[in-house]
């Protein structure tokens, strides 16, 4: 189908976008009904095939049918099917089928959400999506927040309101104190932020990956000794590496003490709040000043999902807020909110739709339920990898992750040999000095089927190294 032209070919008409939007409908239903029989990685040759696509500046138009064709059977398939249920590697996410087409309401109305007054609706929907997450992690009513693009932009825009509330202008003297398991996106907006990496204190953990919260109180002491100012403590809850929660009410305490404050990354562990099962581990999360959330993750969203909280939403503004005279004014009542006056960014996508619309059309329950079952597979999983002769389970898993490794044997290899088979696909990790695979079950497509899967083709790869 080549677009009709028009007199404006970029504005077509009524059948047109009709046919537009039913030709990549089709397309993509068939993709999605696909997913589990995809190979969970397709990605032989896709770095050759990638340059092969580097061309010019198109002059011409090309027909519709055949783009699609290029995206669908040549392009997509090239790579990880990180939507689909065999997707057990980093962290996972899914990707909910509703948030696409709100992607598809949100980008075709294309309203304005960086300043309340441009769209007030449609502000307050995106505002309530990070009430609602608020409630999920135990804040108050001064609480606040904004949905942002992931985990490292959230990370990001934490230490910036961090940063300003407890140091102002000068703060190069300034340290801040993790486990060693935190997940890296937390150095770089450091470094991003403005502080020598030198300044992020890397906090030895327990045998369970835990930070070692007395070793943290020691490090904090010997830094004031030596004339810095400790400003901020970082707890993770569910570490990228195990799925490990810190303690966060130890932490709470330490940096109440110390007068610091206190951020926690949740981006993949803190919508497990959602589970009776999973709530007591996080306790201490509701007094931190600052959490991340990804609804890319836990939430089942499609990437480009994430979320900060902040207990005091004052300290956000207070460390983003900046006016210019051709901007509409900004809301006085605090409950009114202009993005652009609490985050880095002005223009935005209107990323609050993805996340508001699922959730008003299912309610919170089938993602609780789903979480929950992710919880069960997880148990089941370790379980069936200890009835595997020589093989550790390297931590208890506490959240929906487990770490395994077979004892005197290459991980690496049997990691290759496990995934070859192309059911599913996990990913390893260092821990110490030691490789270890893990698996990671967040999908909302990942059910018992697959972990069984998974758990024949640990069992084949070991059974061909061993
Ligand atoms: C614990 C944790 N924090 C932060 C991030 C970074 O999030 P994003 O990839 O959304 O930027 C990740 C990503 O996996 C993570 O697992």
């Not at 810190?246 to 610091?260: G, I, K, S, V």
């Not at 709530?279 to 900060?308: Q, W």
């Not at 290899?413 to 821990?431: A, F």
Request: with cysteine.
């Amino acid at each position: 189908m080549r677009l009709r032209m028009t007199k404006y070919p970029l504005e077509p008409d009524v059948e047109e976008m009709r046919r537009l939007i039913e030709a990549a409908t089709e397309r993509i239903v068939e993709h999605v009904q696909s997913l589990p029989s995809q190979p969970a990685a397709n990605v032989e040759g896709a770095t050759e095939f990638a340059r092969t696509l580097i061309e010019p500046l198109p002059k011409n138009g090309e027909s519709f049918d055949k783009l699609l064709d290029f995206l669908f059977d040549e392009a997509i398939p090239r790579s990880f099917t990180t939507p689909g249920p065999g997707y057990l590697a980093y962290i996972p996410g899914g990707g909910i089928f509703p948030a696409a087409v709100a992607d598809l309401i949100a980008t075709a109305v294309n309203r304005y959400v960086g300043v309340f007054a441009a769209a007030p609706a449609l502000a307050q929907l995106e505002a309530n999506v990070v009430r609602w997450f608020c409630e999920i992690v135990g804040y108050g009513k001064k609480s606040g927040g904004l949905l942002t693009t992931g985990g490292s932009m959230s990370n990001f825009i934490a230490l910036v309101t961090a940063r300003k509330a407890q140091l102002g202008d000068d703060f190069s003297r300034g340290t801040m104190y993790a486990g060693n398991q935190i997940h890296y996106s937390f150095q770089k907006a450091a470094s991003l932020v403005g502080f020598p990496l030198s300044n992020v204190r890397e906090i030895d953990c327990d045998e369970n990956f835990r930070v070692r919260v007395d070793a943290m109180e020691e490090a904090i002491a010997r830094d004031r000794a030596d004339g810095f100012t400790p400003f901020l403590i970082a707890g993770s809850a569910g570490t990228v590496g195990t799925g490990a929660v810190d303690d966060l009410t130890a932490l709470a305490n330490l940096a109440d003490r110390e007068n610091m404050w206190f951020h926690v990354d949740g981006a993949y562990g803190a919508f497990f709040m959602l589970t009776e099962r999973r709530r007591a581990a996080m306790r201490g999360i509701e007094r931190a000043d600052s959490i991340v959330l990804d609804p890319h993750k836990t939430l089942f969203h499609p990437y480009g999902t994430g979320a900060l909280v902040v207990k005091n939403a004052a300290q956000l503004r207070d460390a983003h807020s900046m006016h210019a005279s051709y901007l509409p004014q900004f809301q006085q009542e605090e409950e009114l909110i202009d993005f652009a006056e609490i985050s880095p960014e002005l223009s935005r996508d209107f990323r609050g739709l993805r996340v508001w619309l699922p959730l008003k059309m299912f309610g919170i329950e089938p993602f609780r339920e789903l979480l929950d079952e992710k919880l069960d597979l997880t148990r089941w999983a370790t379980e069936e990898l200890r009835k595997i002769k020589g093989m550790e389970i390297v931590a208890e898993p506490q959240l929906s992750l487990v770490a395994f490794q077979l004892s005197k044997h290459d991980n690496r290899n049997l990691l290759e040999r496990i995934n070859r088979r192309k059911r599913v696909m996990l990913t390893g990790t260092m821990l110490g000095t030691e490789f270890v695979i893990r698996i990671c079950v967040v999908s909302h497509r990942t059910h018992m089927d697959r972990m069984q899967m998974c758990i024949e083709d640990i069992r084949a790869a070991v059974a061909e190294v061993t």
